[in-house]
């Protein structure tokens, strides 16, 4: 899955939140297969998605 699409190939800001975004989709993803306790599991889709808002925020500048 790509997120920045539309990101200049210089805007570090942009690729160090698409990294951190994917990686915490994929211990997301791990948490689920796994079923390791559901706070857990939320706490992680908690913060995925606020890392999505702010890159979003770093894409709009």
């Not at 915490?24 to 606020?50: D, F, K, M, P, V």
């Amino acid at each position: 899955m790509r997120i920045f699409s539309s990101t200049r190939p210089n805007d570090d800001a942009a690729r160090n939140i698409g990294a951190v975004t994917s990686d915490t989709h994929a211990e997301h993803h791990a948490l689920h297969r796994n079923h390791g306790g559901r706070l857990t599991y939320q706490r992680e889709a908690s913060r995925e998605l606020l890392l999505l808002a702010a890159s979003t925020v770093v894409r709009m500048r």
